[in-house]
């Protein structure tokens, strides 16, 4: 099924959980002006499981950004379960992220000299969750990605597969509204990628978190429960997928 | 907790670098630590070296004899007075004195010279100079009887340069109190050698008995001089010497670690009475002395400039270029929530980390150096072809024992962690300051 308008399906609209209107955010290179996005309106609904399609350059990552306050949009209103993030400062925006915002990345990131279970707690550590707690948090969430038992490993002592396990279990700990996910899977071979997206369709489901993921890859998007197209900076389409 | 724990194991990313700039702070810190100490030793050799044999560290004259000393400006000296002073806290011993100058000699040569008139028993606990006796014996406690000659203990150097030794016959000339001049025959028992240049060259210990009759001074002395317990509370042990016989004291701007708080208040004295007491450290006696101390506590802080601006380079060098590989690190950091202040002291803990580890070894190394000068010695004149020095007239002879004090081993660590902290506070403001986004995209 598909759908040309760019805003969320009608039962969504209300109770959006993201809101964006009318989104631009122009970049400087030098003398050169670049238009990464141009007037992007979306609603994205709590307890999406959403992907953002397209090439490169498309404004995937930049869309990404200014949902996770990483980066602010030159025009335009962004607004997180009611509230305007458009012009956070620096400081209250890491608190906007800590409390609301779970980040994976391409390329796990993971703090190397720290062991997997420090890494999946660091954010609660930074909340200053006492240490029983933390443990509390982290451990089942280790036990269901299946890391349990590697978990005084150091990044560099894990696969590729087991690191982005690893950085999801730090997204999720916190337990955010939103987890943002770049690219998760663009390291992954086919295997690995189709079990980390079972893995996070499944936290989705059961932990009721709103996941939303860009990809180029068709075997990602498939996986998908909404895929948002971009082109160009622009929102193309957005297609709703029946669940399997 | 975070950060000291991330601090202490990106220590152990790169060994290297880890190690060279621990080890560029460790030796800065074990170097200050060791320097203190044997300046401190140094120090401290040098002030007991001018003042436990020459001067004792608190003096008592007439405030005449002070000014400008002359035979005549002596004072009355009774058991009474000594009493008084050996009661005094902090006071060891006391020593009358009768200070004459002269000639004195032989047929062949004969040298200007100083005569010390002088208790034997009481010298001897106020001084260690007969301890310090190379040829002969000390002075009888009682002068011998006439016509039997004078007895006189000479320094080293004047009895090298007067060619005499135990049992040769000298013959002395002074200028008396009444304004005659005395003259007597002395026979040298003994030889000192104290490495004091101004005892070893100059002096000659007499009797006191024998130099008052020789002077014209019956029952008067021209100094008291003073043991205290303590080199460094001589001025507050002067105060109370001074508040107990109702005299004077003349002191020296206070300085930390002495510790004359408690001193009570000293008499005004009428002004212009030249025949009053005048009671004074050894930091007023030998001024030059005292200088060269302060002078050498304020010449540590160049030493520390000097030495740790080395580290703070290292250290500087070190945090950035670990600031820039882990950049990517930080953004990421940022973007799951670590405020800029958090970031900014977690960089600054690394610092501080890197700092306090290299200072602690660096303690450890400078306080076993400084352990090992301190029972073994440091023998200095091995450097000098003569086999001695003389600084500010203390020769030096034997080895200096460093000293091991609470600064010198607590200071250098103390300063290092500040310049740590400074050293780390360009990297961890840039570090700080850095966009999450544009770092992980690597763009900044």
């Known amino acids: 099924m598909s759908d040309t308008s760019h805003t969320a399906p009608a039962t969504w609209r209300n109770g959006a959980l993201i809101r964006l209107r009318q989104i631009t955010r122009v970049y400087q290179e030098g003398s050169l002006e670049v238009l990464a996005l141009r007037g992007v309106d979306l609603d994205v609904a709590e307890g999406e499981f959403s992907a953002l399609a397209g090439p490169s350059g498309s404004g995937k990552t930049t869309l990404l950004n200014i949902i996770g306050v990483l980066d602010h949009p030159s025009s335009g209103r962004v607004e997180v379960a009611g509230q305007d993030i458009g012009r956070l400062t620096k400081g209250d925006a890491a608190d906007f992220r800590l409390d609301n915002v779970g980040f994976i990345f391409q390329a796990y990131n993971l703090v190397p000299v720290l062991t997997a279970y420090e890494n999946a707690e660091f954010t609660l550590l930074l909340r200053g969750v006492p240490v029983a707690e933390r443990k509390e948090r982290v451990m089942p969430l280790l036990d269901k990605v299946g890391l349990a038992d590697m978990k005084d490993r150091k990044p560099h002592e894990l696969s590729g597969g087991q690191q982005q396990r690893i950085a999801v279990v730090r997204a999720l700990a916190t337990q955010p509204a939103i987890v943002l996910a770049d690219e998760p899977t663009a390291n992954l071979d086919s295997d690995t990628s189709a079990g980390l997206l079972d893995l996070m369709l499944e936290l989705n489901q059961e932990l009721k978190t709103t996941f939303l993921f860009s990809t180029h890859d068709p075997v990602v998007i498939q996986r998908a429960r909404r895929v948002i197209r971009l082109l160009d900076g622009r929102v193309t389409g957005t297609e709703a997928i029946a669940a399997d | 907790m975070i950060s000291a724990k991330i601090g202490f194991r990106n220590l152990a990313r790169n060994r290297w670098r880890s190690g060279l700039t621990l080890g560029g702070i460790a030796l800065s810190v074990a170097f200050m630590v060791w320097i203190l100490g044997f300046m401190e030793g140094w120090m401290g050799t040098m002030v007991q070296g001018a003042t436990a044999v020459e001067t004792g560290q608190v003096q008592i004259h007439t405030r005449a004899y002070a000014d400008n000393p002359r035979v005549y400006r002596s004072f009355p000296t009774s058991t009474e007075v000594l009493r008084t002073i050996a009661d005094v806290d902090g006071v060891v ?311 091991l004090t609470p600064v010198a081993a607590l200071q250098p660590i103390l300063v290092m962690m500040a310049v740590a902290f400074l050293a780390g506070l360009w990297p961890a403001v840039k570090s700080a300051r850095l966009d999450p986004a544009p770092t992980i995209a690597g763009r900044q």
């Open chain 2, 93 to 403: 011993a006391v020593s009358p004195r009768v200070k004459l100058n002269g000639l004195i000699g032989h047929e062949e040569k004969s040298q200007v010279g100083r005569i010390l008139g002088v208790d034997p028993s009481m010298e001897s606990e106020t001084t260690p100079v007969s301890s310090a006796i190379e040829e002969g014996r000390w002075l009888q406690q009682s002068p011998p009887v006439y016509p039997a000659p004078r007895e006189v203990v000479l320094g080293a150097g004047m009895a090298n340069q007067l060619r005499v030794g135990p049992g040769d016959e000298l013959v002395v000339f002074v200028e008396a109190a009444d304004g005659s001049m005395g003259n007597d025959l002395l026979e040298v028992v003994g030889v000192v050698r104290t490495a004091n240049t101004a005892v070893d060259r100059m002096t000659a210990y007499m009797h006191i008995e024998d130099a008052r009759y020789l002077a014209a001074l019956e029952g008067e002395a021209h100094e008291l001089a003073i043991k205290t317990e303590r080199l460094l509370e001589a001025q507050a042990t002067a105060g109370l010497i001074a508040s107990a016989l109702g005299a004077e004291t003349r002191g020296v701007p206070r300085e930390s670690g002495e510790t004359d708080a408690n001193a009570p208040p000293v008499p005004e004295l009428e002004e212009g009475d030249p025949d009053a007491l005048l009671v004074r450290p050894w930091q007023e006696i030998l001024p030059s002395i005292y200088q060269m101390l302060t002078i050498s506590k304020s010449s540590n802080w160049v030493t520390y400039l000097l030495i740790y601006i080395v580290a703070a380079i290292g250290l500087l060098n070190t945090q950035r270029m670990s600031a820039l590989e882990r950049k990517r690190e930080f953004g990421v950091l940022m973007a799951i929530g670590m405020r800029p202040r958090k970031m900014f002291r977690m960089i600054l803990t690394e610092s501080v980390v890197l700092g306090t580890l290299g200072g602690f070894i660096g303690t450890a190394l400078g306080l076993s150096v400084v352990w090992y000068h301190a029972t073994a010695g440091l023998d200095l004149a091995m450097f000098t072809d003569k086999g001695e020095f003389t600084v500010m007239g203390v020769a030096f002879t034997g080895k200096i024992y460093a000293i």
